[in-house]
């Protein structure tokens, strides 16, 4: 049944009240709001919405038959008999697409007046070392190779660059002869790829994702339609045990797993957890995904070994991007994985984009090719880790008395939990009129959850302004809990190891 309680009239416009009523019915029509055989509330019900007397709804339903829009059927009522009588005369009318299109999954946030942006995790654009890449660029441009990389090519990607990566890969000990790489749009490219293959007809067996989990990652699997299992992050990463107990539940076909830097609590897994997960998916044949999107990124302590190298069978799938170590702009990522299961996502990715553009691939090959991607990484790295010491004294030194942080060792982004009964999407509202932003903990898991935590992501600001975005945040927090006036009494903060 159609909703019409939202009509409005304009008394003082002297256009009778029947009228006003058939018009924004006719315009309902047009736009696509109410459809082609709907049926229209009975006239006494639609004049106890809107407040009217029945005789104008019957003059407007009356006047709509009468041009053909509506079709009465007695004792069954009124229906939407025709769009095309509904348009004006020109036949153009706009549609309606809220009413068209499904509903917005995600509305995007505020970014009036944000002057520290703690909510996205990207690069700083300060650093983009972009003489080098203007240089390289022309390079590329100018080659004898040009013309080729302008051409259409293959879905695997531009062989030079997956050349290049696999055999870097292999030289590190990750892929395998079994292996094949396949270039993607970025890993998020790469993990819809993959959930469309593995759920778009058989969503029986579920997936398992971390949880908090990174929110582009769970809205690729919401859609995919496949049933997803919660497994808790702590200090350490992915809980083993939470991972055991929900894979003897729930038998899942694949889990997906980010063990260094993982956004968005920034805990990377332990060596002796990496061993049990790897351990858990072989005896279970639980297909293992490894998001080492962040792992590059590490600023203190030892490099862990990924899933894949300590996997004996190979089956571990591996994404990896260009993204956070040098340009998201040019969405440059790659999968390796056996054989077979590349071709498949080969074929399933030509069906989606026929291929990755070339141009940028053949200019970060000459970028990585040229020492200058390790050059900027290890630039990256220097000023990553005085964007961490930054971000975590701030958190020790501003945060009200009760919350608590995850300390990580690189990557982009670390989390707080305020203390209870803070709300993170209402500190973050005040957080905002203060110009510092940062994503709720709500948006990382598809059930009610984390709220009370929240992501900062320090990769794109300098220390002074994370300190200073982290100080307002605690400032914000605290005039929600009505603390504010005792802020010189807070104790610092217990930090998660
Ligand atoms: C865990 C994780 N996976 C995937 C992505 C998407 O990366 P890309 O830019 O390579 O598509 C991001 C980006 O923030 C991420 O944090």
Not at 50 to 63: D, E, F, I, P
Not at 154 to 172: F, M, N, V
Not at 294 to 316: C, H, I, M, Q
Request: glycine letters at 8%.
């Amino acid at each position: 049944m159609a909703d019409l309680s939202q009509i409005t009239f304009d008394t003082d416009s002297g256009v009778p009240l029947y009228r006003q009523l058939a018009d924004s019915i006719r315009t309902f029509i047009a736009r696509g709001t109410l459809q082609s055989g709907q049926r229209l509330p009975a006239t006494r019900e639609l004049a106890m919405q809107l407040g009217l007397n029945r005789a104008t709804v019957s003059a407007a339903y009356n006047m709509l038959e009468e041009s053909g829009v509506l079709q009465g059927h007695v004792g069954r009522g009124s229906f939407v008999a025709n769009r095309a009588a509904a348009l004006p005369e020109t036949g153009a009318a706009a549609m309606d697409w809220d009413s068209i299109l499904p509903p917005l999954e995600f509305a995007s946030g505020s970014s009036a007046n944000i002057e520290m942006n703690l909510a996205s995790s990207r690069p700083a654009a300060a650093n983009f070392p972009l003489a080098a890449f203007r240089r390289l660029t022309k390079e590329v441009i100018d080659s004898p190779e040009a013309e080729h990389i302008l051409q259409l090519g293959s879905p695997h990607g531009y062989t030079p660059l997956r050349r290049y990566l696999i055999d870097q890969a292999a030289t590190e000990g990750i892929a395998r002869p079994a292996d094949d790489l396949l270039m993607t749009n970025g890993c998020q490219q790469a993990l819809d790829l993959i959930a469309r293959l593995f759920f778009s007809s058989d969503s029986a067996r579920p997936v398992v994702l971390e949880s908090p989990v990174y929110h582009g990652l769970l809205r690729v699997f919401s859609r995919s339609g496949a049933s997803m299992i919660p497994v808790p992050v702590d200090q350490d990463g992915m809980d083993p045990d939470a991972l055991e107990a929900a894979i003897a539940r729930g038998n899942p076909r694949l889990a997906v797993v980010t063990p260094s830097f993982q956004n968005p609590m920034g805990t990377t897994l332990s060596l002796e957890r990496r061993k049990r997960i790897v351990d858990l998916a072989q005896r279970s044949g639980t297909v293992l995904i490894e998001n080492d999107i962040y792992s590059e990124l590490r600023y203190r302590g030892k490099a862990l070994p990924t899933l894949k190298e300590l996997d004996p069978t190979g089956n571990v799938i591996l994404l990896r991007s260009y993204s956070k170590v040098s340009f998201p702009g040019l969405r440059v990522g790659w999968v390796i994985g056996p054989r077979p299961f590349i071709a498949r996502l080969a074929e399933s990715k030509q069906i989606s984009d026929l291929h990755s553009d070339q141009l940028s691939q053949a200019v970060l090959l000459r970028f990585a090719q040229s020492g200058e991607l390790a050059r900027h990484l290890q630039q990256t790295r220097v000023t990553g880790l005085r964007r961490l010491e930054a971000a975590l004294s701030a958190c020790e030194k501003y945060l009200p008395k009760g919350s608590s942080f995850t300390r990580p060792d690189g990557g982009m982004c670390f989390w707080i939990d305020l203390p209870a009964p803070l709300n993170a999407e209402n500190v973050l509202a005040r957080a905002e009129k203060r110009g510092v932003s940062y994503l709720p903990g709500t948006l990382f898991s598809n059930r009610p959850a984390h709220r009370r935590g929240l992501r900062v992501s320090f990769g794109g600001l300098t220390p002074e302004q994370i300190t200073r975005g982290i100080k307002l945040i605690a400032e914000a927090a605290m005039e929600e809990s009505g603390m504010l006036n005792a802020s010189h009494r807070l104790e610092p903060a217990a930090a998660i190891v």
